[in-house]
């Protein structure tokens, strides 16, 4: 765990005992489930978008991909009558394919990032509304999938904490991301072409293929948890599913020390900027605060978390630079006696 | 002629290991045209910034109109009256002539609004473009205008600021023969109006058609002036060589044996109509020389598959191959040691032993992961091979000196199993002892068999290191030597285009 993971942690920890002080509901059991759940949810996506901002990408489609193919995964289901694993490959597919097309057009065409998935932002949730005809799709009365429910959005008791399985299907991404990205040699060239594109592909790496496949993980990763909220939520209001999610993701990565340039990140960082954020979302509701405020106090907190950083980062710097100076005149001095002489 | 308004005395110029300037002194009198020339490196540019109050000069006074200084800031330059045309050229594409004219003063009216007053920038530019004799509106978009025409923009700035002194740093590298002709005649008519200009140029030519004298840099000193009348492009030459070469050279364990990479008629985008023929031979370093912007570091890059290949073939062991990537020209066994180390050599901020594994790191993975403790023996190996001085395999490359970085580059490819290496540049910005050590590298490359080709500037270099050289003029080889006709004067006067037969020594 690097530094920077760890004061996030001991942020969390001291936000978590703030709240816990002031408001004792927050240890509830029933409370931290419900956190865990959401946690699980958002921490998925925000992994997802993690990869694309490692190599210097960004995904501003996450939201807009959830609304789409949520809708199309309980309308297969439902309304089909698909057999929901065939349904769930086909929605996780579909999420590889909007990923192949958007990097596809980044790297291929050359069209920045921001652009392809903005307009991916306004085509999906657009077609979202279309398909239903701006209605809500859910689920009617007497269809049920015990075990589809079960799987996604139930909760197994362990050790008398009730255990969301949205927290052991987020456990299972973040430990494979977590190998590929910092083990693997895949990882290493995610990290590469975000560092410097130039000189990955001057080592030989083929940049253009590592940014597709991104894109690709992003869209598959992106669709599965599509498929953990719709399952949770049951019901999806095409207009609102999912909207701001895409920004969620894009916080809790940057508190996760990824770095918009590309080329930094940790996923442990990403599991933990998720978990701050879903713990302020909580301590909106539990303090009272009115929950008109709620994306007020998240940026607040993201905007004093950064300039914190920030602030670390420059003075390490300033010490360094001084301890290089000291060097320097030490390293200088045989030179300068063999002048004299 | 009048009194020099300008003057350099003793100015003197170092950085940590290189003396850049030393005790040059140049006086600039008005409606003079000044040629400064001198090989790559020999301080010319460095002199122009110190004018430009870029760079503050270590020694040395610096007079304009009898108020000596110790230097200039870029204001008091302005202020000065001197003036750049850049060889890149500092102007928006994006406004048209008269907003870069008059970019950063633009004259204002409506009061604190402070809108642009078009009409009157417009009318202030007219007249610049009547006295340049522009083919060109004062409302054209920058964009559409040629390279040739923005050098005039350019000027037309440098004349609306009341340059006395204009420094035209290259100004017809890129430029045909028409362009280059009416430069001339711009360059006289602003001589006629009383501005000084210093050109600097690498084309011999052109001082002969337009300098009032000129002066050749050398090494950071001024080697001699040549008057009007005494102006010949042999004397020219004659005064920018002339110095003993340290000799570096380690002759080869072996003669070269069989080509190993052979170019046939290369063309590139750069010159598309010019084709480069030249073979690497098996143990040899074929040194290719060359004035900056003669097509090399283009070859280079198409020879690796970083640009496309215009036209021609690359034979690798008289195997023709194609090369669409690096990644191709890679498992080849063709590396490159590129010119831009920090921009595509290395990942500043990442450990020695990730950028020494990049470019191999399918040979350490096991199960889809990295070995990193095979990764980290290999960096230590390297390290220890190339004298890397580093606290720790794990310290970012970014934190090491020139020399260092270089040698990380270098261990990229020698953890591989090289058949061709092309090195770029591959001592520019590395200190005396880390050269030497890459130069006994180089040439235990090439005992172990390894063809080198090695594109490189600078003079003691490529007379003190190659085995036989090519030099470059404008896209095209000019000659080669062998070693026995290795001479600075032979090498200058086939990177300026001359034959060394017809004017040889």
Redo the contacts between chains.
């Keep these: 765990m690097s530094k920077k993971d760890l004061s996030l942690l001991v942020l969390i920890l001291v936000v978590g005992t703030v709240v816990a002080l002031i408001n004792p509901r927050f240890l509830f059991v029933g409370n931290l489930s419900n956190t865990a759940n959401q946690i699980g949810l958002f921490g998925i996506f925000s992994i997802a978008e993690a990869f694309i901002i490692i190599i210097g990408g960004i995904e501003l489609s996450v939201g807009s991909v959830i609304a789409l193919l949520g809708v199309l995964f309980i309308d297969l289901i439902v309304n089909h009558d698909v057999n929901w694993v065939v349904a769930l490959a086909m929605i996780v597919a579909a999420g590889l394919v909007i990923g192949l097309v958007h990097g596809a057009l980044v790297t291929r065409m050359r069209i920045q990032p921001f652009v392809v998935t903005l307009c991916g932002l306004l085509i999906y949730r657009g077609a979202a509304r279309y398909y239903t005809e701006d209605a809500t799709a859910g689920f009617g009365f007497g269809a049920s999938f015990p075990t589809l429910e079960w799987l996604a959005a139930g909760r197994t008791n362990v050790l008398g904490f009730p255990l969301p399985h949205s927290v052991v299907a987020l456990a299972v991404v973040a430990v494979i991301a977590w190998?590929v990205l910092h083990?693997?040699?895949?990882g290493?060239?995610l990290?590469?072409v975000g560092?410097?594109e130039?000189?990955?592909?001057?080592?030989?790496?083929?940049t253009n293929r590592v940014i597709v496949s991104a894109y690709v993980i992003c869209g598959g990763l992106t669709a599965f948890s599509a498929i953990l909220i719709a399952m949770y939520t049951r019901s999806i209001s095409p207009a609102v599913h999912g909207s701001f999610y895409e920004l969620y993701a894009i916080a809790a990565a940057v508190l996760g020390g990824c770095s918009l340039r590309g080329?930094e990140g940790s996923i442990v960082g990403v599991v933990l900027g998720t978990v701050l954020l879903q713990v302020l979302q909580n301590l909106v509701n539990l303090l009272g605060i009115p929950s008109s405020l709620n994306f007020a106090v998240m940026g607040t907190v993201i905007l004093a978390g950064v300039l914190g950083d920030q602030y670390l980062v420059q003075r390490r710097h300033r010490v360094g630079a001084a301890k290089d100076r000291v060097q320097a005149s030490v390293a200088a001095a045989p030179f300068e006696r063999v002048k004299v002489e | 002629m009048s009194e020099p308004f300008l003057e350099l005395v003793d100015i003197s110029k170092s950085y940590p290991g290189v003396v850049a300037l030393d005790h040059v002194s140049l006086q600039v009198s008005p409606g003079e045209v000044i040629a400064l020339i001198g090989e790559n490196g020999a301080g010319k540019s460095t002199l122009m910034r110190v004018l430009g109050g870029v760079v503050e000069p270590s020694g040395g006074v610096i007079r304009v109109d009898g108020t000596a200084r110790g230097s200039l800031t870029v204001a008091d330059a302005i202020k000065a009256g001197i003036a750049f045309v850049h060889q890149e050229l500092n102007l928006f594409d994006n406004l048209d002539v008269a907003g870069n004219v008059f970019i950063g003063r633009e004259p204002v009216h409506g009061g604190p609004l402070r809108l642009i007053d078009r009409k009157r920038m417009y009318a202030d530019v007219a007249p610049l473009l009547e006295r340049l004799g522009c083919d060109f509106a004062a409302d054209a978009p920058l964009a559409e205008l040629s390279l040739a025409q923005r050098q005039l923009v350019e000027i037309m700035k440098a004349l609306s600021l009341d340059a006395r002194l204009v420094i035209m740093d290259e100004p017809t590298s890129s430029l045909t023969l028409a362009e280059t002709d009416r430069l001339m005649r711009t360059v006289a008519g602003l001589k006629a109006h009383g501005v000084s200009i210093i050109f600097i140029t690498h084309r011999l030519n052109e001082v002969m058609q337009c300098a009032d004298r000129a002066v050749v840099l050398r090494d950071g000193r001024v080697v001699g002036a040549l008057t009007r009348a005494e102006l010949s492009p042999a004397a020219m030459i004659r005064l920018m060589i002339g110095r003993d070469l340290k000799s570096l050279y380690v002759p080869p364990a072996a003669p070269p044996g069989d080509s190993v990479l052979d170019i046939v008629d290369a063309v590139t985008d750069t010159y598309p109509g010019r084709a480069v023929s030249l073979s690497v031979r098996r143990g040899e370093i074929l040194g290719l020389a060359g004035l900056v912007g003669s097509g090399r570091t283009e070859l280079a890059r198409a020879v690796f598959g970083i640009d496309p290949l215009r036209d021609g073939a690359i034979i690798l062991d008289g195997e023709p191959i194609r090369i669409a990537s690096p990644r191709a020209a890679i498992e080849q066994g063709i590396y490159l040691v590129p010119e831009d180390r920090k921009g595509a050599g290395l990942l500043l901020d990442v450990s020695i032993t990730e950028n020494i594994s990049l470019p191999d790191l399918a040979s350490y993975m096991r199960f889809w992961l990295v070995d990193t403790a095979r990764e980290n023996d290999n960096a230590v190996r390297q390290r220890e091979r190339l004298k890397i001085r580093a606290p720790d395999v794990r310290t970012a490359v970014g934190s090491l000196s020139g020399g260092n970085q270089q040698k990380v580059v270098l261990a990229k490819w020698l953890s591989m199993r090289p058949k061709v290496l092309i090195v770029d540049e591959p001592t520019r910005g590395v200190d005396v002892g880390a050269k030497q050590e890459i130069y006994g590298m180089l040439r235990r490359l090439t005992d172990a068999g390894v063809a080198i080709l090695m594109i490189s500037s600078d003079m003691e270099e490529v007379i003190g290191v190659s085995d036989r050289l090519a030099v470059m003029h404008e896209g095209a080889i000019s000659g080669f030597l062998d070693r026995s006709q290795f001479s600075e004067h032979n090498v200058l006067q086939l990177a300026v285009g001359h034959t060394i037969e017809a004017e040889g020594p």
Excluded: M
């Design positions: 190998v083990r693997s040699v895949f290493r060239y990290f590469a560092k410097n130039e000189a990955a592909r001057y080592s030989g790496i083929r080329g």
